[in-house]
């Protein structure tokens, strides 16, 4: 390329605009970041309203990046899903999540739920329950600590063939132990018939919902509906991006069970999360 020189130069500057190259770059880096060990899990803590305690955590993905520093999801998951690079991403944070909390529990802290998210591209049921199965093993956590946070877009393929083969997968995940929880749920589609059909434990409330809870009448009511329904149909209830006391009033008044958020904890690095879990021991 070098013997080029000055035309190719030409050529990429006139014919690729940035964008495209800055995209081409990201790219050649994500290919490379499992091998050069650039991910890491935050943890982020949820808390029950009734008694304070911890009860789970979420894993939330971040690239270490070697120029930008530290990224988030919405910097590179999309790229990721559409270079088919999820599938090992996912499979690293199923398995450093199931190590990681099989770890803590056996320096003698508090047992605790991890919840993974599992975007609908990468959710190949099959593929899934077998890998989960395999995890499971290997890592030595008991399935009942692993939750999978599904959104509704994964739940509701109508139109894909896989959706008998979801019904089962999440059935048999379930008979083993695993909790299923449905992501942003409210933001997706609406008909809500595949509550009846999957086996789900809770249902996560979206942060575009929790946000304006006490000057949007409307996001109010739809909250208070999707507590009642969770209730009515014995599924728990986590609210996400809890920021102020007022929103957690709200949510208590309405016997929401699970939150999470900023008030609460930001998500924690590995070492953070390790801090939390001994102080807690120590009480
Ligand atoms: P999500 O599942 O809705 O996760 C909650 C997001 O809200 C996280 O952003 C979290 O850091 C942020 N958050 C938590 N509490 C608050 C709050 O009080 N206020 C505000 N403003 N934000 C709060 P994050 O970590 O940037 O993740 C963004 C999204 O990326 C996640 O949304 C999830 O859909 C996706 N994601 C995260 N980790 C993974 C992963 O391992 N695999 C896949 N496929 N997707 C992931
Ligand atoms: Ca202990
Ligand atoms: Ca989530
Ligand atoms: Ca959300």
Known sequence: ???????????????????????????????????????????QPQIALSTGQLVGMEALLRWQHPESGLLSPSQFVAVAEEMNLIIPIGEWVLRTACYQTQAWQAAGLLPIRISINVSSRQFKPVYWLQTIKNVLQESQLAPNYLELELTESVLMEEHNDNNNSIVAVLTELRTMGVQIAIDDFGTGYSSLSYLKRLPVNTLKIDRSFIQDINSNRDDAAIITAIIALAHSLHLSVVAEGVENKEQLIFLQSRQCEIVQGYLLSKPLSQEEMTKLLQRIDQQ
């Open 1 to 43: 390329a070098k013997a080029a020189g000055k035309n190719t130069y030409q050529f990429f500057t006139t014919e690729m605009n940035q964008a495209a190259l800055k995209r081409l770059i990201l790219e050649n880096q994500l290919r490379r970041v499992l091998e050069r060990e650039e991910l890491c899990l935050f943890y």
